[in-house]
């Protein structure tokens, strides 16, 4: 998937972040802090229980790609969509110190 992420007030070496951020995987970029911060989830594994995603499915990231589960994340979150909750997560990693 492809985040669009606003690199123009990142004060650092940009393409060192984005390459830190895209090594990352979704446990560097969904992080607990930022479930509590911009949800009602204590972390990832709650919103997917919340949303009824199979766990055991090998497709599960693929099915949060195509936007399987968009209508339920926009029921719990404040995100329109998997892509808009992880563009958010990213842009925020971007700027951590």
């Known amino acids: 998937m492809k985040l669009h992420i606003d690199t123009s007030k990142y004060p650092g070496d940009v393409e060192k972040r ?22 009602n989830f204590q972390n990832f594994l709650e919103l997917l229980t919340s949303i009824n995603c199979n766990l055991d499915a090998e497709t599960l990231f693929d099915d949060l790609e195509d936007g399987k589960y968009d209508d339920a994340i926009q029921q719990q979150t404040k995100f329109c969509s998997w892509k808009a909750l992880c563009e958010q997560a990213a842009q925020e990693l971007l700027h951590k110190r």
């Open 18 to 39: 984005l390459k830190y951020i895209s090594h990352s995987g979704p446990e560097g970029l969904l992080t607990e802090d930022f479930f509590k911060s911009h949800t």
